[in-house]
């Protein structure tokens, strides 16, 4: 059939207007437009955009934190898995590098990205002390000695340091700071705590803007903030009431009315929710017999209500398996009653696939609403938004060099320095501290004179910490003093030495340093609070023969009034870290002694517990003592 030049056209035109259908019903297919993908959107617009999408199964995997064991791209994908964590000594391989670290975030993150909707997940890790879990990183002294400070901008800048080498790991959130007000030093988690006194807890919180940034003025109050790819998420724990357990027994039960839970535990989630923080974990503890992770009146009425927090709020591990006694002895309402408590994220070390059967059964049963399950996903997905997961879920080796970095080693030095406390100097007011670079011969000896592992304590690359100087990279006390003597100064190390040993030897004077070996948690609960031997022994060899000053490695006060008189000079150095320089700083004059307890040193555990403000105060060292000395000139 012939067909003219106008027919040819008609056919031509009409090729076209096929060929436009075609391409924009692929683009509509293709690159269909998503608020939620957005970031122009307001972040309240993203996250109704994102709901109105969302199954009930990609919700409640949301809310599914599991240990990094148990993940796989895989398993993020067809969970929908919302978060992954290391739990304390969790890594990808013994001293894995930072990119060994990020390859492993990224694999779980694809897979994550591979949903129908692409939420990326958020991995979190317990960075408490420095980024503790990881070979190499710097670690600072835990929160004991960095009460002692009473410097809350050395702890922002600690806030974030800590936070480059978290995200120089691919990490974007910490499980930090913890701020318990530890009222009885026989808890194990006591030295977790900042003080004993929550005015020094509360300025400490100075550590949330550190490793989350700033929040703009203007931001209300209560809503999360982090800026960004040089910050972290932190989470302000254990709500609430963690340090005021009986005999300070770790997980137990705070009996406190509600004013004093109020005046003394809760100020600093004021100060942390004023200040962004993105999340709160809930306490494994009770108050009054309730446990607090089935406590809505507490996780709800108060933090999210009256507080206004608007971030989400996390279990602890096995948190809600532990709401019933034995612990996942009824785990449907374990499930229920932690969920109505207002817990919007569950931390699931194994059984995972339990509780999200028995969640989603309790919602389809409505026994939970679907608007709790959509509170707690609008939480999650808030901090996502803001931290900007969604424009930058995969992590890349640009921060790589900031792990362990001499910066940061020596911003560790200076809060190690600061932390140390001088409780006493000298005998018959002749002062031994500090001490001559240049001696003819001296004396180093102690169980913890020479142990980078025990320096760090516990949370230290193994959740438990360990002793040995293989651990991670860092200085001994050791080291430290060697470094920092006159190179004429002769220094024989001798971990236990006899009495006759010192005595056959003229040394100008010895340094002891002994305390406790590391510990955490319940592990570290204890009712007598000694130094464990060959400590006392030691102390009795060294410095019944010549004049010795003991430094204290200990996650709290200790027992030691019974040595005091045959000491001439005492230290506390608390957990000081990797930077042991620090210590050796102070001892010799570089820098003086500037460090007040932040806890109330104890005469004997019966009087326990005993705290600032007490009618029956009767301390060795009280709240606030320490002694001070100023740097020597030309030293
Ligand atoms: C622990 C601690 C908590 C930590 C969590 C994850 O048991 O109670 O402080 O963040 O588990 O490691």
């Avoid at 259908?21 to 955009?49: F, M, N, T």
């Avoid at 002390?129 to 990183?137: L, R, S």
């Avoid at 026994?367 to 803001?386: G, N, Y």
């Avoid at 932040?598 to 002694?627: C, E, I």
Wanted: with cysteine.
């Amino acid at each position: 059939m012939k067909v003219g030049k106008m027919g040819g056209r008609l056919i031509s035109l009409m090729g076209c207007a096929v060929l436009l259908c075609l391409w924009s019903a692929a683009v509509a297919e293709g690159a269909a437009y998503l608020k939620y993908k957005d970031p122009k959107q307001p972040i309240s617009a993203r996250i109704k955009d994102l709901m109105s999408r969302m199954t009930l199964e990609e919700k409640i995997g949301q809310m599914t934190q599991i240990e990094r064991k148990l993940a796989s791209s895989d398993i993020m994908k067809k969970y929908f898995v919302g978060s992954v964590l290391s739990g304390g000594g969790s890594v990808p391989a013994p001293m894995a590098s930072a990119e060994t670290w990020i390859n492993m975030v990224n694999e779980f993150q694809k897979g994550s990205l591979s949903t129908r909707l692409g939420i990326p997940m958020i991995y979190g890790i317990d960075a408490v002390h420095g980024h503790n879990n990881v070979y190499n990183a710097t670690i600072f002294p835990h929160n004991v000695g960095l009460g002692v400070t009473r410097d809350p901008q050395l702890l922002k800048r600690i806030g974030a340091a800590t936070a480059l080498e978290v995200r120089a790991t691919g990490i974007p959130y910490t499980f930090a700071p913890c701020i318990a007000v530890c009222r009885d030093p026989r808890w194990g988690r006591c030295y977790e705590s900042y003080s004993e006194d929550h005015r020094i807890v509360q300025a400490m919180t100075e550590i949330i803007p550190g490793l989350q940034g700033d929040a703009p003025a203007g931001t209300p109050k209560g809503v999360p903030f982090v800026a960004g790819k040089t910050k972290v998420a932190a989470c302000a724990k254990h709500f609430v009431g963690d340090g005021g357990t009986v005999k300070g027994i770790d997980e137990n039960n705070t009996v406190i009315d509600y004013k004093g839970l109020l005046s003394i535990h809760m100020p600093a989630y004021f100060d942390a929710v004023r200040k962004g923080v993105a999340t709160v974990m809930v306490s494994y503890s009770s108050w009054n017999g309730k446990r607090m992770h089935a406590n809505h009146d507490l996780v709800t009425g108060f933090l999210k209500d009256k507080l206004k927090f608007r971030g989400f709020v996390i279990s602890d591990w096995q948190g809600i398996d532990r709401i019933t006694d034995p612990p996942h002895s009824n785990y449907v309402y374990s499930v229920q009653a932690g969920v109505l408590a207002g817990i919007d994220m569950v931390m699931l070390p194994e059984n995972f696939t339990e509780f999200i059967d028995d969640l989603t059964s309790l919602v389809k049963k409505n026994v939970i609403p679907m608007s709790r399950i959509d509170d707690a996903v609008k939480r999650i997905l808030r901090v996502k938004f803001t931290m900007g997961l969604f424009e930058n879920p995969l992590a890349d080796l640009s921060l790589v060099n900031q792990l362990g970095s001499q910066e940061h080693r020596e911003l560790a030095r200076e809060a190690v320095r600061k932390s140390l406390v001088l409780l006493k100097n000298g005998i018959d007011n002749q002062p031994l501290l500090p001490l001559p670079k240049k001696s003819p011969k001296i004396l180093v000896a102690g169980s913890h004179a020479n142990n980078l592992g025990y320096q760090c304590g516990g949370w230290t690359i193994e959740w438990q910490g360990h002793g040995g100087n293989d651990l991670t990279v860092g200085t001994t006390i050791l080291t430290a003093i060697k470094n920092t003597v006159d190179p004429s100064t002769q220094v024989i190390y001798n971990e236990n030495p006899d009495a006759n040993f010192v005595k056959s030897n003229s040394f100008s004077h010895a340094i002891v340093v002994v305390g406790e070996t590391p510990y955490a948690e319940g592990a570290g609960d204890s009712l007598n609070l000694t130094i464990p031997e060959p400590g006392p022994s030691t102390i009795k060899n060294v410095c019944g023969s010549v004049k010795c000053v003991v430094v204290i490695i200990s996650g709290r006060p200790v027992v030691v009034e019974p040595y005091l008189s045959s000491i001439s000079a005492l230290v506390a150095a608390w957990l000081p870290g990797t930077e042991g320089q620090g210590v050796a700083d102070v001892l010799f004059g570089d820098y003086g002694f500037t460090g007040k307890l932040a806890r109330t040193w104890f005469k004997s555990v019966d009087q326990l517990p005993m705290n600032v403000g007490d009618p029956h105060y009767d301390p060795l060292f009280p709240f606030g003592f320490g002694l001070t000395t100023k740097p020597k000139k030309g030293n």
